[in-house]
C-alpha cells in the first residue's frame, strides 16, 4: 500500500503456529507494516514468488516439510537482495554454521524480546531499501 511518497514495507513470517505470538505482538500490531504469514517453507516460497512487495523474510529454522535453512537457500535464489532473519531454538555451532552457510543475515534465539525484534527488523528493512 502506498500512501504518498511511503510505501508500507511488507514481512515474510514463515513459522509453525506456536500459540504464543507475543515475541510478534509490536509488528503485528504495527500499522505501518503488512505481515504475511506462512507456516511452513514450500508456502514461504509460494508466497515470496507471488508478492514481490516482501521486503524482509524471517523464517523458523523447525518448519515443516522444507526446513527454513532450506527454504533461507530457496529464498537466496529467488531474491538474494531480501534480509533474512533466522529464527532457531537454540544457538549452538551447528546452527551457526547453517545461518552462515545459507546467508541470513540475522540469526536470532526463540523467543524473542518484542522490543529487540522491533529494532532489528527496522535495521534490515533500512538496509534493504538504501
Known sequence: MTNGNYTKPTILIAREKLGDDSDLA?????NNIDL???????????????????SLAMIN??????????TALEIRKLSPGIPIILLVNYVNAVSIRLSILTDCTRMLQNPIDPLDLDTIVEQCLISFCN
Not at 36 to 54: D, F, H, M
Open 36 to 54: 504475511v504469514r506462512v507456516e511452513s517453507g514450500n508456502e514461504a516460497l509460494l508466497a515470496l514468488q507471488t508478492n514481490p512487495a516482501i
Open 61 to 70: 529454522a523447525d518448519l515443516p516439510g522444507l526446513n527454513g535453512f532450506d
Open 26 to 30: 509490536g509488528l503485528m500490531l504495527n
